[in-house]
């Protein structure tokens, strides 16, 4: 298998290429950036909730980048993938290829990023650097084998298999679990039976986690809803072509938008904390993480433009040639990112105050609440304007996939 990945690799075109180093450079940079955060975690002094706070988001951005890469690498090799079906693979071998070459990739990467760590952090603490390189290569792994589910691969090509999820009701359970577990920890507190206090910080805790997995995974509804309520109100047909496009597949602007919406919840969380007990060290180092996290969410969502542009194309060129203007296409994307972005980035601020509120609800000081409501109001605002900047640089790329399908 690894022969035939090298006999394929000799023929990659540009493209191909590029998001190669793209995986490769979301592990080096994961990799990176865990090993510090794990390392910043030995010094308690500034706290372990902010530390913590500070490791999630520098490794959950990069990994959805990684993911969204592969996503995108699965859907685009169809000349290499067909050969492979015309010599007689099976799809569990095309899939088992994708999963190698995206383990590849993430191994040299990671390596790589150790280097840097271990050379920047001369004396510092390093047992954390083999288990975080082998963590990010399972990691490409896995993500390279589940990328190809949704491609088939035949002899006569390559087709994106056409199962598109809509809002399912366990999604809905995880965020009411969510909720009521960090209701429950709050108001019990130390009452607890057999366990006193400890059952609070583990209800809390679990609550967080099935919270955040909450607010990712019910992003569904909340898109779908709004999407095909400003399909009723729409007064331009760019507004209405794009509600109906998100409307029609809110799972897969769900699982784009969701490193933006973790990035909304912890900073309007950050906020709200800051508001009580003052700005910290440890605060500057979740304001750093919010940055990076923002910065490869932004890359992952570019990712996601160019994989729905894949699926769209041949829609939008007869479009374009019955007379719709590319500008009006531009128009589409940009509203598409609105739609979806805007609904995820107020449900997590709302929930990322309340996640730090709730639980001190007896104690917290609701003049603070001024700060807090308005670094909440900010972070809404910054994720739903690094969607609209995404959308508007993808426009090349519509401009590309247009071309691309007027030659075929």
């Not at 805790?205 to 955040?212: C, D, E, R």
């Amino acid at each position: 298998m690894i022969a035939v990945l090298r006999m394929l690799n000799r023929g990659r075109s540009r493209a191909e290429r590029v998001r190669a180093w793209l995986v490769a450079a979301g592990a080096a940079v994961a990799t990176f950036l865990v090993c510090t955060a794990v390392s910043l975690a030995d010094y308690r002094d500034e706290g372990g909730s902010l530390t913590g706070l500070g490791l999630a988001l520098l490794a959950v951005p990069v990994a959805g980048l990684v993911h969204q890469a592969n996503r995108l690498a699965s859907a685009t090799r169809e000349r290499r993938l067909a050969a492979l079906r015309l010599a007689g693979a099976t799809p569990g071998d095309v899939r088992r290829l994708g999963a190698l070459e995206g383990g590849r990739l993430a191994l040299g990467g990671s390596l790589g990023g150790a280097v840097l760590y271990v050379v920047t952090h001369l004396g510092g603490p390093l047992p954390q650097v083999p288990v975080v390189v082998a963590l990010v290569t399972l990691g490409a792994i896995l993500s390279g084998a589940r990328a190809g589910r949704h491609v088939v691969a035949s002899p006569l090509g390559v087709v994106r298999r056409a199962r598109v999820r809509g809002p399912r009701v366990r999604d809905l359970l995880l965020f009411a679990a969510g909720v009521g577990l960090l209701v429950l920890g709050a108001v019990v507190k130390g009452g607890f039976p057999f366990v006193g206090k400890y059952g609070s910080v583990v209800a809390m805790a679990a609550g967080l986690v099935l919270l955040l997995f909450g607010v990712t995974l019910a992003a569904t509804w909340l898109i779908r809803a709004y999407a095909r309520r400003a399909g009723r109100r729409a007064r331009s047909p760019e507004t209405l072509l794009a509600a109906r496009l998100v409307e029609a597949d809110p799972r897969a602007w769900a699982r784009a938008l969701s490193v933006v919406s973790l990035t909304v919840f912890f900073g309007a969380g950050a906020g709200a904390q800051q508001a009580e007990v003052g700005y910290s060290q440890a605060h500057a180092l979740v304001d750093v993480a919010l940055l990076v996290a923002l910065v490869t969410s932004a890359v992952a969502l570019v990712v996601h433009q160019a994989e729905e542009l894949i699926d769209l194309r041949r829609s939008f060129a007869a479009l374009a040639a019955s007379g719709v203007p590319e500008r009006a296409l531009g128009a589409v994307l940009v509203r598409q990112a609105v739609i979806a972005a805007l609904p995820v980035c107020v449900a997590a601020a709302v929930s990322g105050v309340a996640v730090v509120v709730l639980p001190l609800l007896d104690v917290y000081r609701f003049q603070s609440l001024g700060w807090a409501v308005a670094r909440a109001v900010a972070m809404v605002s910054i994720g739903v304007l690094a969607a609209v900047l995404v959308a508007l640089a993808a426009r090349p790329l519509l401009r590309g996939a247009l071309r691309l399908e007027r030659r075929t």
